[in-house]
């Protein structure tokens, strides 16, 4: 399964960004897609993870500021990052989990794109 990450980069504090992953290759069935984060000197946490019951989870520190979605044909989960805080900024890892075309459990993460809150 690969996975391609799109969006970040360097925004003000109060700003706006959105990043994108979108995920191919021989996929049966997507049960979660989502985002991690990781800053210097920290351990990496759990962003915003969408399920394919539809449901969310968000971590603490974004919950209300950060929404998640599926797109396209499902194999796409953005994130729209709003209210952004100097604290926000890490390197955002897209994390996709599911069953692929042998029914073989997967658990994919992208390259990271980084997002940088600053004035």
């Known amino acids: 399964v690969h996975l391609v990450e799109s969006g970040g980069g360097l925004v003000q504090p109060g700003g706006s960004l959105s990043l994108s992953c979108a995920a191919s290759?021989?996929?049966?069935?997507?049960?979660?897609m989502g985002w991690y984060r990781q800053a210097p000197g920290k351990q990496r946490e759990l962003v915003a993870m969408r399920t394919s019951g539809g449901s969310s989870n968000y971590g603490d520190s974004v919950r209300g500021r950060f929404t998640i979605s599926r797109i396209n044909d499902g194999n796409t989960v953005s994130l729209q990052m709003s209210s952004l805080k100097p604290e926000d900024t890490a390197v955002y890892y897209c994390?996709?989990?599911?069953?692929?075309?042998?029914?073989?459990?997967?658990?994919?993460w992208g390259q990271g794109t980084q997002v940088t809150v600053s004035s």
């Open positions: 290759g021989s996929i049966f069935v997507i049960n979660g």
């Open positions: 994390n996709v989990r599911g069953y692929d075309s042998v029914r073989k459990v997967f658990d994919s």
